[in-house]
Antibody
């Protein structure tokens, strides 16, 4: 069964740091780009970051550039998101998603259940 | 950066057909994908590419595109289709990769 399982969320003070993890199973992890997407309470989906299958290319939304770092360990089938200098507006459920990029179109075809990050003093 | 615009809310009578639209400049260059999200659950991909459905998605869901507008059509809406629907595409502005989501459409099945 193809599965993504996020962990690492929690309550952190403004200016603090947190590292999210996403454990993948059921597919050849290193063959696929991966992404983080977040959803603030009661709001819509917001793309945060993406990384190529090899890890050699990374991409960020302007809202997190310079503060968040995406990485992956293909030997452990795990995706990470290091979040520094956290702000109240980073409060959201963070989803990891498998990004299937094909000539037929690309899409986030598998999603984890999400992990909640709350930034508050 | 580019944006994708969706109507905030749409309603449909049970068994009728509904179209949910998504507008944005990036759609002139890239296909949209569509996601269904029910309360408290993760999004689920329902349509991607020109008009492709992942395994397990009912064939009452279909997609189309024209110019800067992509559409998700549900033919014969069911009660279980009541959910939020989001469109998504790459962002064609600038020379770096970006990904955008629409603001979402809340579908009510009457």
């Amino acid at each position: 069964e193809v599965q993504l399982l996020e962990s690492g969320g929690g309550l952190v003070q403004p200016g603090g740091s947190l590292r999210l993890s996403c454990a993948a199973s059921g597919f050849t992890f290193s063959s696929y780009a991966m992404s983080w997407v977040r959803q603030a309470p009661g709001k819509g989906l917001e793309w945060v970051s993406a990384i190529s299958g090899s890890g050699g290319s990374t991409y960020y939304a302007d809202s997190v550039k310079g503060r968040f770092t995406i990485s992956r360990d293909n030997s452990k089938n795990t995706l990470y998101l290091q979040m520094n200098s956290l702000r109240a507006e980073d409060t959201a459920v963070y989803y990891c998603a498998k990004w299937d990029i094909t000539t037929s179109g690309d899409a986030f075809d598998i999603w984890g259940q999400g992990t909640m990050v709350t930034v508050s003093s | 950066s580019s944006e994708l615009t969706q109507d905030p809310a749409v309603s449909v009578a049970l068994g009728q057909t509904v179209r949910i639209t998504c507008q944005g400049d990036s759609l002139r260059s890239y296909y949209a994908s569509w996601y269904q999200q029910k309360p408290g659950q993760a999004p689920v991909l329902v349509i991607y590419g020109k008009n492709n459905r992942p395994s397990g998605i009912p064939d009452r869901f279909s997609g189309s595109s024209s110019g800067n507008t992509a559409s998700l059509t549900i033919t014969g809406a069911q009660a279980e289709d009541e959910a939020d629907y989001y469109c998504n595409s790459r962002d064609s502005s600038g020379n770096h990769l970006n990904v955008v989501f629409g603001g979402g459409t809340k579908l009510t099945v009457l």
